[in-house]
């Protein structure tokens, strides 16, 4: 069973191979400068979210905003 698990997924991680290997090997124009300052642009946007999101749950976890309630 395992076998199967793992030649499964090296089949899949193959597959991922050539995908991306077709995809870098395509004929056009290339990027345009606008289009690299968008990318550059969501990419800093996708990471500051990331990690404005992660500040916020330490900050809760320190606090003590995740603990169950405590009844009386």
Same mark, same amino acid.
Request: charged share 10%; no cysteine; proline share 6%.
């Given at each position: 069973?395992?076998?199967?698990?793992?030649?499964?997924?090296?089949?899949?991680?193959?597959?991922?191979? *050539?995908?991306?290997?077709?995809?870098?090997?395509?004929?056009?124009?290339?990027?345009?400068?606008?289009?690299?300052?968008?990318?550059?642009?969501?990419?800093?946007?996708?990471?500051?979210?990331?990690?404005?999101?992660?500040?916020?749950?330490?900050?809760?976890?320190?606090?003590? *905003?995740?603990?169950?309630?405590?009844?009386?």
């Amino acid at each position: 069973m395992r076998t199967l698990l793992i030649i499964v997924l090296m089949g899949m991680l193959a597959a991922a191979g *050539y995908f991306a290997y077709a995809a870098m090997t395509v004929e056009g124009e290339p990027i345009p400068t606008e289009g690299y300052v968008a990318l550059a642009l969501g990419a800093g946007f996708s990471a500051l979210v990331g990690i404005g999101l992660m500040m916020l749950l330490f900050f809760s976890s320190r606090r003590g *905003y995740d603990e169950p309630p405590h009844f009386k």
